[in-house]
């Protein structure tokens, strides 16, 4: 009786993804079928590639709206799975997908200075300026690598540069893995899996787990994975002399001190705190419309405070939510979906936050989260994502073939 009910919680469960993914693409489809004509005078600029951006410009390519993406390397980065491209030799190359076999003479690769907002301009490091009708900003949030990777880098550099982490990884009897935030706890559920034999240590400043939007539950579910696969977990303490030491480098028996007077020794230091806004590309231009931590402010229509031909996607908005690649995808329909209708003097789509959808993989074989709300099986979780990150609707949306 037992196995059949937990053959038939994951069916239902399962079967509850998968209708949700089936809905989501109908309405996507719905949403890019009503294809809009090349209009005279329009030209949209998206500025930054992440999820919100390739989103946002595969949406105006399917519409014919001539636009053009903007960002400073010349490949997409999944980074949802930048985390196991840190610890398993081969896989870096599968996490970074080529814009212009994509988007061809639509994307231009460069670093944006600022945005004229007088002349609607957009400028580039280097001189080079690019008219735009509409403005969508996508520019994320930056952290500390391997969680992240905002860099100017072409494709084989980008890839290297995690193959190299990866023999730093191979090379360290123990690790440090500092923050205990969702990135930290995957990071280390990753190594531990990928390298049971090592010994892995979490540090955290708080004693709960992941985020804290997460349920209670999820949290502590996400402790007990940790705790199971051998992770060593310090809670409620901070390292001391961070700056003194070594990052991402091994380096035998570093001594790491914590506010609590504990004393440990590791090899490598990965951190996982700190992550900002990315503001840097419009922080001159909107300066009357950010939030103190450099978001932008949006209506509901997710136009930028004051200017009904800018909008704001994913990280960089003020939007009370999660920061997550599916809200940016889901912000991208929005914004997309406005430009057409102002065109066609249509009433705007405004844009709900609902209840949080979260999934942490924890190594390839394991992951614990929720769906709208409700803590799902670590089994669904595993399927639905730790296996291969949802590389697979990345390389889908950008309508080339995985490696």
């Given amino acids: 009786m037992v196995c059949y009910g ?57 519409r014919g709206l001539n636009f053009t993406l903007i960002d400073m390397r010349d490949a997409f980065h999944h980074n949802v799975a930048a985390l196991r491209a840190s610890v398993q030799p081969g896989f870096a190359q599968r996490t970074f997908i080529p814009y212009a076999d994509t988007f061809g003479h639509s994307f231009v690769q460069g670093r944006v200075d600022r945005v004229d907002t007088d002349r609607q301009t957009v400028v580039l490091q280097g001189g080079t300026e690019i008219q735009y ?21 072409s494709y084989q550099t980008a890839v290297q540069t995690y193959e190299d982490f990866v023999t730093q990884v191979q090379a360290a009897g123990s690790v440090l893995v500092v923050g205990g935030g969702s990135t930290g706890v995957e990071l280390a559920a990753e190594i531990k899996t990928e390298y049971p034999d090592k010994k892995v240590v979490l540090i955290h400043s708080r004693i709960g787990l992941a985020d804290p939007e997460l349920l209670p539950s999820v949290r502590q579910q996400a402790k007990d994975v940790l705790l199971e696969k051998g992770v060593e977990l310090l809670l409620g303490q901070k390292v001391l002399n961070l700056s003194e030491l070594q990052l991402n480098v091994t380096c035998r028996n570093m001594l790491v001190t914590t506010d609590k007077g504990d004393n440990l020794s590791t090899d490598l230091i990965i951190c996982c705190t700190g992550l900002k806004v990315n503001s840097a590309a419009y922080a001159s231009s909107f300066s009357g419309c950010l939030a103190d931590n450099g978001a932008l402010k949006v209506n509901d229509h997710l136009q ?69 709300g409700l803590k799902l099986p670590r089994c669904v979780v595993a399927l639905g994502k730790s296996r291969d990150l949802l590389l697979w609707k990345s390389w889908r949306e950008m309508q080339q073939k995985q490696p």
């Fill in 133 to 153: 009708s509409h403005l969508i900003l996508c520019t994320g949030t930056d952290g500390s690598f391997p969680g992240k990777f905002n860099t100017e880098a």
């Fill in 304 to 372: 930028v405070d004051g200017f009904s031909n800018v909008f704001a996607v994913g990280d960089c908005t003020d939007v009370k939510e999660p920061k997550m690649a599916y809200h940016a995808g889901l912000h991208a329909t929005v914004a997309v979906s406005n430009i057409v209708n102002s065109l066609s003097r249509k009433p705007l789509t405004s844009y709900h936050t609902g209840n949080i959808t979260m999934l942490l993989a924890m190594g390839r074989d394991d992951g614990v989260g929720q769906f709208n």
């Fill in 6 to 62: 937990v053959l038939w919680c994951v069916t239902i469960c399962y079967g509850v993804l998968l209708c949700v993914m089936v809905c989501y693409c109908v309405f996507m489809c719905a949403e890019m079928g009503a294809q809009a004509s090349s209009v005279d005078g329009v030209h949209v600029i998206v500025v930054g590639g992440g999820f919100g951006g390739i989103a946002a410009a595969q949406q105006l390519k399917s």
